[in-house]
């Protein structure tokens, strides 16, 4: 079962969304402060962070944002304050939902389990990837082609990442869509289309052309040229 990690600095809090999610079916690991939440994704195969926004020490919005420089694992925030700036703000640095407490244990559980929906090809164990020249690191959140270093924004790493880690698989623009952008984003598939064109350039002629459009239905990484 995917593995949560909880972080939070009320203990009573703490154990309640323990509760909640092993009798779910979740394994919950704890965490009360950024120290502690550095250890468990270090030491634990973590598969979701419930992360509180108001922390001793650094915020859950730091804690996010030094997160997202070298882990790609999902993150949902858990906080009192429910203004839109906030949920704006929480998003923008990296998080994949945004649940304003006191919340039911159905909702907590559906919320989760959709946001994992969106991750179906993510293998934690996984550091690196080499296919084709493209080099990845999801560590250092870098990409090489052949060994020229290139810039990626967020979207076009995830994107790149789901087709390398799934080379061969042809995935829908509504797959991509959903499991990038998020189920509740309103853009259009035209959004892919526009990654998968910024992205074929910056990954330059010969690498660019292994991402191989398959009319009618969406787009795959070939390994052997096309």
């Not at 030491?43 to 070298?70: H, Q, T, W, Y």
């Not at 052949?146 to 967020?154: A, D, P, Q």
């Amino acid at each position: 079962m995917p593995h949560i990690l909880i972080v939070d600095d009320e203990e009573d809090m703490r154990h309640l969304i323990s509760m909640y999610l092993e009798n779910a079916g979740f394994t919950v690991t704890q965490a009360g402060d950024e120290r502690q939440a550095k250890e468990r994704l270090k030491e634990e195969n973590i598969d979701l962070v419930l992360l509180d926004v108001m922390l001793p020490g650094k915020s859950g919005f730091e804690i996010c944002a030094d997160i997202r420089a070298s882990n790609g694992v999902p993150i949902i925030f858990l906080t009192a304050k429910g203004e839109e700036w906030d949920k704006v703000k929480g998003l923008q640095l990296g998080g994949d939902d945004y649940i304003v407490k006191p919340f039911s244990p159905g909702e907590l559980t559906a919320r989760i389990q959709a946001v994992l929906r969106r991750f179906p090809f993510m293998k934690k164990e996984e550091n690196s990837i080499k296919k084709a020249g493209v080099h990845l690191d999801l560590h250092s959140h870098s990409v090489k082609v052949n060994g020229r270093s290139i810039t990626l924004t967020l979207k076009e790493f995830d994107l790149l990442l789901i087709l390398l880690k799934n080379a061969g698989r042809v995935f829908s623009r509504e797959q991509l869509l959903v499991s990038i952008w998020g189920e509740e984003y309103s853009g259009g598939t035209r959004t892919v289309d526009t990654h998968v064109k910024t992205l074929r350039m910056k990954l330059g002629k010969e690498a660019g052309a292994q991402i191989v459009t398959v009319w009618g239905i969406g787009y795959k990484f070939e390994e052997s040229s096309p």
